[in-house]
């Protein structure tokens, strides 16, 4: 699958290397459910992205490539900065939800693992929630060929936290319908660094941990159910099965129950590495 769309201001991007086809379950539930995840997915917590900012230099003069932007959550906070951002994401759906939430922003439909992007185009690259739908070796080798040198890498996660009840049985539903998702065997930060350790395209992984809490209604909860990529891609019958069950969940637990509105948190890491 290899689309190349731009909106805006033209990136002067060329395609350097053969199509990579994105992962059949990403294609088919981020496309189906592109509104729900920009309904339901939280942003990022201003102390994270402050933080990721400082760590690539982004402001003025520089050019940052948002990968895998999905429908723009972390692009809109980078544009701020005054640098040159650029979204890219392979999936047609989020890509129109994308032009419709961050209007005018430059787009570009490509692939981590084939970039279609001249080399040392780019001074930073971010890549918010997407990192375990890549190849990592291949995707490492592009994010080193369109880095100019000295450019880094962010890479940012809104995690689980089972500090409350409610929340843990909502996250073992995930688990549940999520059997065969590309990242159920990584459970730990291991899986992450061991693309980086002894790289010859990144140096080591920096690394902080902050959090953040999503005040959401109950049908906001249930969107956010919907908008996991293995849910969003269930037929039908079984999508709408578990879209029942996190409404009754939330409907009985006393913890939730006959509340308009809920708190939703999460654990956020991020980390930075520099191109050697």
Known sequence: MHRERHTGRLPAHECQNAAVPIHQIAAAGFDAQAEAYERARPSYPAAAVDWIIDALRIGPGRTVLDLAAGTGKLTRLLTSTGARVVAAEPVDGMLRALQTAVPG???????????????????????????????????????????????????????????????????????REEATAPWRKNRDRSWLDEPFTDSRWFGPLHGETFRHVQRMTPAAVVDRVASVSHIAALPPAEHQRVRDEITALLAEDPETRGRDTLDFPYTVDAYWAERR
């Open 105 to 175: 922003v430059e787009m570009l439909a490509t692939t981590a693992e084939a970039l279609a992007v001249r080399a040392a185009a780019v001074d930073g690259v971010t890549v918010a929630q997407a990192f375990h739908w890549f190849e990592p070796e291949s995707a490492l080798a592009e994010l080193h060929r369109v880095l100019r040198p000295g450019g880094r890498l962010a890479l940012v996660w809104n995690g689980r936290d089972l500090s409350v009840r409610w929340i843990a049985r909502i996250w073992a539903i995930f688990d």
